[in-house]
């Protein structure tokens, strides 16, 4: 008997005496008591769920989850990019450009913007601060861009800016979690989730929701903030490391060849079809699909995830640090991921929280150096995009999950030791740019002080309905059903901001 | 109370014109069919469509008297309806009376008659004098947006005429125009629109913020007082600034748009008017023809499958296709043979393969209604170029890191549909760009090579002045 049969051997056994061990007087008198409450319970659930008229919709199928799948109407964009700046940046040292607040800067805040709000941080009655960057308008849009961003400001005409988002959740995980679920409490699927569910991934080796992170944290909403809520877990964001290996024990082990690999994956998915065959449950089947996919993506990740392989000015492009955790890395991972099919890459860079209490989270010394760490790598993604014909149908979107104050922070109503913003819910800036976007305009306006949204006012229901928009699907009828009734990701609200769609 | 009885008129006033219509019918029918027993029926659609249109007429009294119409035509219709009920009473009274027998037929004819002319006319009132006629006009010439003056340069345009004025046109104009006058207002003359109705100035040249029609402008649109009335279609953001813009800056009717002050925040809006009628920015040509095409052969899709290839339906309900063959690794030339039985169906097709060459692009021209092809890193050459230019409704060329030299490009030459070129990491530089740009005037050849300067910034940090 060879190696290969030995193994394979063992592994049947093995199933067999689980097998059989299911057929125990212990194994039935103690599981039988649940069983039965369960088989009671799906009998009650599937009486008010759907017929078979709804399954016949739902295009779940357990042996191919992430074959691609028909959106309803011909999308414009075919994967996304979600550049998701943790911890939220400042829009009014960035891009929201407000003269007027130079004026107030240093007075107290009057009492008709504090009454009846509520802050984060903010007690009493705080000063006010001016724009602390200068800004200048660019390219032939006109827009305003600061020099925190010298980069982007030069691609300003590719972008759509929408100046007026406005969201209901001051604390970052709630926040993130609405900007990327579409509620701010845990167990929605995130919108990338929602994506490869109804368009599956083009890349049969490769996942169809990778996520990358930077900024030494992960946000603050932890891992749902990608997770797949109640659609099928083959649909959650595939979390990649940014530094050495992206994923791990991707190489076979020292005397492991590929054939035995894949011998021993054979037999456990001849155990799972087994087991299928038994108890007929379809996350058996995603389960044999996510072996196959992980015994394919040996191939496919090594070549796709290892940016060393670009020549030497891309990475100059970029910015680039080899074999480092950063942003830039992730970026050029980001295009190579969509080159080759992958549908929705989500990053996180983590540093934006820019309250004033120590100098990396001051807007006038840590917030200009997270600026300076991302602004390179973001026009280089832009432009790359650009050359390889990729932007027209990669949608691109680049914002944190709120704002931050016209008023500078006083923490429990003292002086921080920096200069600093708090968390602002009423207005702050996201722009899009690519996958059937509009080039240079902007959508919806503030007040003078960049306090609040005066016209154009936009939510992250509506930056959802217009990303599944771009991919294809119309908000109000991509559904999943769920506890009895169907799911969407923008629940019931959200608008397509057709102003920004070219 | 008079408007109010004065609002009822369009409730009332198709009574009579169906009722009548109906009497009229129920006779011709007793002229051809003696035997049918319908002379009863005929008498009492006489007196409902009698008793409807003096209804309709003491209403319309009402109407006319509340509300601000051209006075020719509201007379016209005025005694145009008298003429109506009249008419219909007298039928009445002779048909009851079994008098002047023979007369019954020519006075139903004119009673119809009467009728149609009063509808229009009344017509005429509510939606315009050309209303009825304004499609007639716009099929001869071409379509809606061809009347349009596209405007080429913003800053030579005429502010009021080619600027304001369309959007009064299109969205305020109904209402108040020389035949109706709400509120007894009328903007299609400069002096009545500067003037205003019944509730006072309408524009204070030079300050936007008092005047009458800003301000209704800009009420919530719940408030009454609001215009235009929720009902009908609202004016954009962007009109509203155009028309913010040109109040504040004196309300000029003959000046261009250069000779007044811009402020940072129209420009863009202004620009935006450019080279687009109604403001709208030029649609992108669908990437998917509009014309529908048969199922694709199962069996043919299958083999494309076996490729290794993903072959897609472009959406749900649709039979085109897209293709992408990035997947199938082990692609021969000669396999692309399999798509000619989908070459109606093809649309978007992405090739990815190192092995496709020109021999390939015999099979891919077949498919005529390919708009977007992603021959990127193939093998492709000049010569295979050549044969792209049969694909008549390519709209899309991805040859990013290909053979393909200038000469090659150029013999696109022809193609109308083509917008975009994608030609990084080949050959073609910018300076080939002149030669180029006039063989494919319009079309977006993008040669990439794009740098990001390195700025000092980029690699140093800021640090805290001193810390406090």
């Known amino acids: 008997m060879t190696q290969k049969e030995l193994h394979n051997q063992r592994l049947v056994n093995e199933a067999n005496a689980r097998a059989l061990h299911h057929l125990t007087r212990r194994h039935f008198l103690k599981e039988s008591a649940m069983g039965l409450g369960a088989l009671a319970m799906g009998a009650l659930l599937g009486g008010c769920g759907g ?8 295009p779940f ?161 932890g891992k749902s903030v990608w997770g797949s809520g109640f659609l099928p877990s083959v649909y959650q964001g595939v979390q990649c490391r940014s530094e050495g290996d992206p994923v ?28 299928y065959a038994e108890y007929q449950d379809p996350e058996i089947l995603s389960r044999i699909s996510q072996y196959e ?123 921080n030791p920096f200069k600093g913003r708090d968390h602002h819910v009423e207005a702050f800036t996201i722009w899009m740019a690519g996958g059937g976007i509009k080039r240079g305009t902007s959508y919806g306006e503030t007040d003078e002080i960049g306090y609040s949204a005066i016209s154009g006012k936009t939510t992250a229901f509506d930056i959802q309905a217009t990303i599944l928009n771009q991919l294809g699907f119309d908000h109000e009828q991509f559904t999943y059903q769920f506890q009895g009734r169907p799911f969407r990701l923008t629940d019931v609200h959200g608008r397509v901001i057709e102003e920004i769609i070219a | 109370m008079f408007s109010i009885v004065g609002h009822f008129h369009p409730v009332f006033v198709h009574l009579p014109i169906g009722i009548l219509l109906l009497a009229f019918i129920l006779q011709w ?97 509510t939606h315009g ?82 005047g009458d029609l800003m301000k209704r402008l800009l009420l919530p649109k719940e408030h009454e007082d609001h215009m235009p009335p929720k009902e009908k279609p609202q004016l954009t953001e962007q009109e509203l600034a155009l028309i913010h813009w040109w109040i504040a800056s ?11 002050q811009q402020p940072e925040a129209i420009k863009s809006t202004l620009l935006a008017l450019q080279g687009a009628p109604k403001s709208e920015a030029p649609k992108l040509p669908d990437a998917i023809p509009a014309e529908p095409v048969g199922k694709a052969n199962d069996s043919a899709l299958k083999r494309i499958r076996d490729l290794g290839a993903v072959i897609l339906p472009v959406s749900r309900n649709s039979n085109y296709l897209t293709v992408s063959f990035m997947n199938a690794t082990g692609l021969r030339n000669h396999d692309l043979q399999l798509i000619l039985p989908l070459k109606e169906q093809l649309t978007w097709v992405r090739m990815g393969q190192p092995v496709i060459d020109d021999s390939a692009m015999s099979y891919l021209v077949q498919c005529k209604n390919i708009p977007r092809l992603q021959l990127d890193h193939t093998g492709i050459t000049d010569a295979g170029m050549a044969q792209l230019k049969q694909l008549t409704q390519l709209q899309y060329l991805n040859i990013v890191g290909t053979k393909v030299t200038a000469q090659g490009l150029q013999q696109l030459k022809g193609l109308t549909a083509l917008r975009s070129v994608y030609c990084y990491q080949t050959s073609i530089r910018k300076a080939d760009m002149d030669g180029l740009q006039q063989a494919l005037p319009g079309v977006a050849i993008d040669t990439g090579g794009y740098r990001v300067p390195l700025l000092a910034t980029d690699t140093t940090e800021v640090k805290p002045a001193n810390s406090k």
């Open chain 1, 293 to 415: 996919m992980a015994y394919k993506m040996q191939i496919s990740v090594p070549d796709v995830m290892n940016i060393n392989d670009e020549p030497q000015y891309i990475h100059d492009m970029y910015g680039t640090q080899p074999g480092k955790s950063c942003y830039a890395n992730n970026v050029l991972l980001a295009r190579k991921l969509v080159e080759k099919g992958v549908r929705f890459v989500q990053l996180f860079d983590w540093g934006w929280d820019s309250h004033g209490t120590d100098s990396n989270l001051a807007i006038d010394v840590g917030f200009i150096n997270k600026c300076r760490q991302v602004d390179k790598a973001t026009t280089a993604l832009l432009l790359d995009l650009k050359q390889r014909g990729l932007l027209e149908d990669t949608l691109v979107v680049w914002g944190g999950e709120f704002g931050r104050t016209p008023m500078m922070e006083n923490r429990e109503g003292k002086q």
């Open chain 2, 129 to 210: 004098s050309d209303y009825l006629t304004r499609p007639f006009s716009a099929i001869g010439s071409g379509d809606d947006t061809a009347k349009q003056v596209i405007i080429t340069n913003v800053q030579e345009a005429a502010a009021y005429a080619q600027v304001v004025q369309p959007v009064l046109q299109e969205k305020c104009f109904s209402c108040h125009n020389k035949n109706k006058q709400k509120g007894g207002f009328r903007m299609d003359q400069p002096d009545l629109l500067l003037k205003g109705g019944k509730t006072g100035v309408s524009i204070v040249p030079g300050n936007a913020e008092t």
């Open chain 1, 248 to 275: 791990l024990f991707i190489q076979d082990p020292a005397g492991m060849d590929r054939d035995l690999r894949k011998a021993s994956i054979d037999a456990i998915n001849e155990v799972n079809r087994q087991q």
């Open chain 2, 29 to 125: 029918w007793q002229r051809r069919k003696p035997e049918a027993q319908v002379g009863q029926a005929i008498n009492l659609s006489l007196l409902v469509g009698m008793i409807s249109a003096i209804v309709s007429c003491i209403t319309g009294y009402f109407l006319s008297r509340s509300d601000d119409y051209d006075e020719d035509m509201v007379n016209q219709h005025q005694w145009l309806g008298i003429a109506v009920a009249v008419l219909a009473i007298v039928l009445y009274y002779l048909r009851v009376k079994q008098q002047g027998g023979r007369w019954h037929w020519p006075m139903m004819i004119v009673l119809v008659v009467l009728v149609a002319l009063t509808g229009h006319v009344g017509g005429s009132l």
């Open chain 1, 61 to 221: 199928d357990a042996a191919h989850p992430l074959a691609p799948k028909l959106p309803l109407f011909p999308g414009k964009a075919k994967s996304v990019i979600y550049l998701h700046m943790a911890g939220a940046p400042s829009q009014l040292e960035l891009f929201d450009y407000k003269p007027a607040l130079m004026k107030l800067d240093g007075q107290d805040c009057p009492q008709s913007l504090l009454e009846g709000k509520r802050f984060a941080f903010i007690r009493g009655v705080p000063k006010m601060l001016g724009p602390q960057a200068a800004f200048k308008q660019r390219g032939q849009s006109g827009a305003w861009v600061s020099d925190h961003m010298p980069h982007l400001a030069s691609v300003a005409d590719e972008v759509s800016f929408l100046k007026a988002v406005t969201t209901d959740q001051f604390n970052h995980g709630p926040a993130q979690l609405l900007m990327h679920t579409g509620s701010a409490r845990l167990g929605r699927p995130s919108i990338g989730s929602w994506a490869t569910y109804g368009l599956g991934t083009e890349n049969q080796n490769l996942p169809g929701f990778v996520v990358l992170t930077s900024g030494g944290k992960f946000p603050d909403a």
């Open chain 1, 51 to 58: 017929g078979k008229e709804e399954l016949a919709q739902t």
């Open chain 2, 250 to 260: 004196g309300a000029s009717f003959d000046k261009k748009v250069k000779d007044l």
